[in-house]
C-alpha cells in the first residue's frame, strides 16, 4: 500500500515562503512520476507543478513559473515544493499525487494522492 503524506503548509504573509513535503512509503519512489495540485475554496483542483520519474521533465502553471519549485529527493522517499513570493491567490488545499508512469503526471494519470495540506497567504 503506497502512502503519500503532505506536511509544512501553514499561514503566511504575501511575500513570504514555505516548502511542503510529500513523504511516500513504498520501495519504488524513484520510479514514481509526481506532482502538486491545488484546489481552492469553490474551484477545481489545479495542477499546478509535475516532474517525472527520473526528474529530466517538469511542468509549471503560468501562475507559479518563477515562484514555485519541485523537486524530487529519492533517497529521502520525498517530494518537495518550494514556494517563494506567494501571493493570496496561492491560497488553497495542496495536494501530492504520484503515478508509475514515465511522463509527467496529469490529471488524469494520477494512481495514489496525499490527504492535502493546506497553505493560506494572507494579504
Known amino acids: 500500500q503506497v502512502q503519500l503524506v503532505e506536511s509544512g503548509g501553514g499561514l503566511v504573509q504575501a511575500g513570504g515562503s514555505l516548502r511542503l513535503s510529500c513523504a511516500v512509503s513504498?520501495?519504488?519512489?524513484?520510479?514514481?512520476?509526481m506532482g502538486w495540485f491545488r484546489q481552492a475554496p469553490g474551484k477545481e483542483r489545479e495542477r499546478v507543478t509535475a516532474?517525472?520519474?527520473?526528474?529530466?521533465?517538469?511542468y509549471y502553471a503560468d501562475s507559479v513559473k518563477g515562484r514555485f519549485t519541485i523537486s524530487k529527493d529519492n533517497a529521502k522517499n520525498t517530494l518537495y515544493l518550494q514556494m517563494n513570493s506567494l501571493k493570496p491567490e496561492d491560497t488553497a488545499v495542496y495536494y501530492c499525487a504520484a503515478n508509475h508512469l514515465r511522463n509527467v503526471i496529469t490529471s488524469t494519470t494520477i494512481d495514489y494522492w496525499g490527504q492535502g495540506t493546506q497553505v493560506t497567504v494572507s494579504s
Open positions: 513504498g520501495r519504488t519512489f524513484s520510479s514514481y512520476s
Open positions: 516532474i517525472n520519474w527520473i526528474g529530466s521533465s517538469t
